[in-house]
């Protein structure tokens, strides 16, 4: 057992996909969202876990990677110094990966985090159980998706308009819901705020609330 838990080699893999112009309290998002796919090996299996994909993050990731091979998928509290320890040099600005996030996360818990969640992968699958299962019991089978709305663009600059188009007022988030709740069928409604003034966003809230008397809506303020 003791081998089969040992650190073979990491593999991070970058990834890019489209993004809509969502708004929020700081920007924009851009039109492609950079992840990275994080692959721990040891003798016989794998983990994943998943973070940010900017330059500036690949390059934390793997300084901390190339510290973190050889040891066991166990030893999560080494994992995590060994991650600062990798950050002492770092000269790099920004990595936050995400277009308009806002994260008090620190560095070192950005660094250390994808690596955690892929040696938990692992440590489930050589018990023989769930990650849930390994971290005290799942306390539900099934959870409800939320229609996620976004003040946002009809499209990126220099782009056309996207399939659901601008939603800059409470007529166009109202059109948002009814086009995402049509197609998925969702029954619960979140809106992220922090982009107009209160009073602006109060009405679309009100103008939901018209629209979906029905459904459960919840405001992120983003602010």
Same mark, same amino acid.
């Not at 939603?167 to 988030?173: F, K, R, W």
């Given at each position: 057992?003791?081998?089969?838990? &040992? ?13 809509? $112009?969502?708004?929020? @309290?700081?920007?924009?998002?851009? *039109?492609? =969202? ?14 994943? /876990?998943? %973070? ?11 300084? =901390?990677?190339?510290?973190? +091979?050889?040891?066991?998928?166990? @030893? ?23 277009? /308009?996030?806002?994260?008090?996360? %620190? ?20 018990? #023989?159980?769930?990650? %849930?299962?390994?971290?005290? #019991? ?8 939320? =229609? ?8 990126? $600059? ?8 601008? =939603?800059?007022? *409470? ?5 948002? !819901?009814?086009? &995402? ?8 409604? +979140?809106?992220?705020? /922090?982009?107009?003034? $209160?009073?602006?966003?109060? !009405?679309?809230? +009100? ?8 459904? $459960?809506?919840?405001?992120? *303020?983003? !602010?």
């Amino acid at each position: 057992m003791a081998q089969r838990s &040992i650190i073979k080699d990491i593999v991070i893999t970058p990834v890019a996909f489209h993004d809509m $112009p969502l708004l929020n @309290s700081v920007g924009v998002h851009e *039109p492609y =969202a950079l992840r990275s796919i994080i692959e721990i090996i040891t003798e016989d299996s794998y983990g994943l /876990g998943e %973070s940010y994909g900017d330059s500036a993050h690949l390059d934390r990731l793997q300084k =901390a990677a190339d510290k973190i +091979k050889g040891l066991s998928i166990y @030893s999560t509290n080494i994992i995590y110094q060994k991650c600062v320890e990798s950050l002492k040099t770092d000269t790099n600005t920004g990595g936050d990966g995400m277009g /308009g996030m806002v994260t008090t996360a %620190s560095v070192a818990d950005k660094v250390f985090s994808p690596f955690e969640v892929a040696c938990l992968d692992l440590q489930g699958k050589l018990a #023989g159980i769930s990650v %849930s299962d390994l971290l005290g #019991g799942r306390v539900r089978d099934q959870v409800q998706y939320s =229609a996620y709305l976004f003040y946002k663009w009809g499209g990126h $600059p220099g782009h056309e308009d996207d399939e659901y188009g601008p =939603a800059l007022d *409470p007529q166009g988030v109202v059109k948002q !819901a009814k086009k &995402i709740i049509d197609e998925y069928c969702f029954k619960a409604i +979140k809106l992220k705020g /922090g982009v107009f003034p $209160p009073a602006e966003e109060v !009405a679309a809230i +009100k103008a939901l609330h018209e629209a979906f008397p029905d459904l $459960p809506f919840r405001l992120d *303020p983003n !602010a």
